[in-house]
């Protein structure tokens, strides 16, 4: 296996259940706009296989859907080596997967972290049936889609 | 008089919501209760009116740990309701997606579900604490399950490339070989997986189940073969509801499944390992062998070595399937719909899988019925739960429920599959 050099961005969410999909969106977003070579990752089975997506990659973000019942569109940013997400922000109950925080945990009880893993959650409002986003939640994921790609320019200059 | 009762509310490591409950009299067993309470989905009401064509991408939604399953029941019962039979390079594409779900469905299981309740830990990231070896073991195992998915269906969650007569598109014989060097090391693993999986601590529990499972002249049972039991029981997938039947009960939104002439049964790896140890490559005989296990398997806690056993037949059934292939020059057989029923089993990771529809003309779907492998197993795992905890009452609460819960994952119950019935009766007083 070589050494690990890419970028990875995850979107994660259900683009047939509203703002559940904005991880998703925001990820196609990046895609479409990042100059650099990276990978766009979407429709990951379950928390486990979030760890097998940035096995090669030194650089990840991750980008969910938070239920914190904050102001839908609000937009939440963490350096995931460094700072602690709460628990509570990302809808991870499951009687059988792990959800995103204890993916991240997992990773780190197994020494498989990336060298650098940011992970962004955007509140959501409306969870109902159907395809598309919350005027406030599509304001908020263009915005953050904005950020990665100045993060990842500013970086590649930096070296 | 000496009574006591075991409550799980939430069962954990299982997928979908259940809970179980047992009454304890007089240190007899007076009932004991698996109890799924998630809403039914009713899979079989919305198919109806839908087109022959769209069964594999609508069932697939049932499960998201074996969708596959639902696509390969679904697609077989509609081809064989029009007369139509895929053969050749299309067989094996299908029995080599099989092979990936069972992989990634059997390392999810073995490794993040089913081991913990043998090593005392209460989830997969506590046990990999002390075994980050054994964990990472499962997971990149899973891993190869997940690709091999990817590369034949598409996705690895429910894959987008099955279709009714076969796929949309297939793979070079080159991208296939892309999976060989994995799968060598998964073979490896698997082997692994046998001999560690063989070392933990069983419970000493034997019982006399009537195994049911598909039986093949030739391989070891994926999408194909005749409904059997070491009953005697032979009968093809038409035949399958003269002999089974399901019923409604009070605790459970699931449908209890039942043999008519005699009841319980039990579907699954350690049904279709018994029935078919014959039909395994000498490589996985010679492994089970090795790790204690005899040509039959009733010890419900040894599941997890049987699931080993079946993770290194697909492991080796995967490698044996592309070096083989040759790219068809079609990707799939023409299927023209006409007025007909047509039914079939497949054996999901969890056990066969039964699906019957009425089409007409056109192809639209009349009726549909499914019956998945834990509805199936219902009435095995309470009579499990019951006889268990019967021989072991000397044991604390704490100890018991625990060993209750392991039962209870024994199955690997996909509880999430088996809530989609017809029919919901309301009863009021």
């Known amino acids: 296996m070589g050494e690990a050099t890419s970028t990875v961005v995850v979107g994660i969410g259900n683009d047939y259940r509203g703002d559940d999909g904005v991880g998703l969106h925001v990820a196609r977003l990046v895609g479409g706009m990042a100059c650099e070579d990276l990978k766009v990752v979407e429709g990951i089975a379950d928390g486990y296989s979030l760890l097998e997506t940035w096995t090669e990659s030194s650089s990840v973000f991750i980008i969910d859907c938070a239920v914190s019942g904050a102001t839908p569109g609000r937009t939440y940013r963490f350096d995931a080596l460094r700072e602690t997400i709460p628990g509570d922000l990302f809808d991870g109950r499951s009687t059988h997967a792990i959800s995103l925080v204890e993916a991240i945990g997992l990773a780190r009880t197994l020494g498989r972290l990336p060298r650098r893993l940011v992970v962004f959650g955007i509140e959501g409002a409306d969870f109902s049936s159907g395809l598309g986003l919350s005027p406030e939640v599509k304001r908020a994921a263009r915005a953050t889609a904005d950020g990665i790609v100045d993060e990842l320019q500013k970086t590649r200059m930096t070296g | ?176 070989d892309t999976l060989t060097e994995r799968l060598k090391w998964a073979t490896e693993a698997a082997l692994e997986t046998i001999r560690w999986s063989a070392t933990l601590p069983f419970p000493d529990y034997e019982q006399d189940y009537e195994f049911v499972a598909l039986r093949h002249p030739d391989e070891y049972p994926l999408n194909d073969g005749r409904v059997v039991s070491n009953r005697g029981l032979d009968i093809s997938a038409e035949e399958f509801l003269d002999h089974f039947e399901e019923e409604q009960v009070k605790h459970s939104t699931s449908l209890h499944a039942r043999i ?42 040894k599941s997890i070595i049987v699931r080993g056993v079946e993770t290194l037949f697909a492991c080796l059934e995967a490698q044996r399937i592309i070096e083989a292939y040759q790219a068809p020059e079609s990707p799939c057989v023409e299927v023209k719909p006409r007025a007909a029923t047509g039914h079939w089993c497949t054996e999901a990771p969890r056990g066969l899988l039964y699906h019957r529809y009425q089409i007409d003309d056109n192809g639209d779907i009349k009726d549909a019925r499914i019956i998945p492998p834990t509805s199936q197993n219902q009435k095995a795992i309470e009579n499990d739960l019951s006889h268990f905890v019967g021989d072991n009452l000397h044991l604390s609460q704490d100890d018991l429920t625990w060993r209750c819960e392991q039962m209870v994952r024994n199955y690997d119950p996909c509880i999430s599959c088996s809530c989609h019935f017809l029919k919901l009766d309301i009863e009021r007083e």
């Open chain 2, 260 to 301: 008519k002439e005699r009841g319980e049964y039990l579907v699954g790896p350690m049904a279709r390992y018994s029935l078919n140890f014959d039909k395994l490559p000498a490589a996985a005989q010679e492994a089970a062998g090795e790790a204690g296990l005899g040509r039959v398997c009733t010890n419900p806690f």
């Open chain 2, 1 to 176: 008089m000496k009574s006591r009762i075991i409550t799980v509310d939430y069962l954990a490591r299982v997928e979908g919501e259940g809970g179980l409950s047992i009454r304890i009299k007089d240190d007899k067993v007076v009932e004991a209760k698996l109890k799924i309470f998630e809403p039914p989905r009713f899979f079989e009401g919305f198919l109806r009116g839908r087109s022959f064509t769209e069964v594999p991408d609508i069932t697939a939604r049932i499960c998201g740990i074996c969708p596959v399953a639902y696509q390969m029941s679904s697609s077989h019962a509609m081809e064989t309701a029009c007369g139509v039979s895929v053969e050749g390079p299309l067989r094996d594409l299908r029995r080599l997606l099989y092979c990936g779900e069972w992989i990634e469905s059997h390392a999810l299981h073995i490794y993040m579900l089913h081991a913990p309740d043998f090593l005392g830990y209460q989830d997969a990231v506590q046990l990999a604490q002390d075994h980050p070896d054994v964990v990472n073991r499962g997971l990149q195992l899973k891993k190869v399950g997940n690709d091999i998915i990817t590369l034949v269906g598409g996705r690895e969650i429910h894959p987008i490339n099955p279709r009714v007569g076969g796929f949309y598109k297939v793979p070079a014989k080159k991208e296939l």
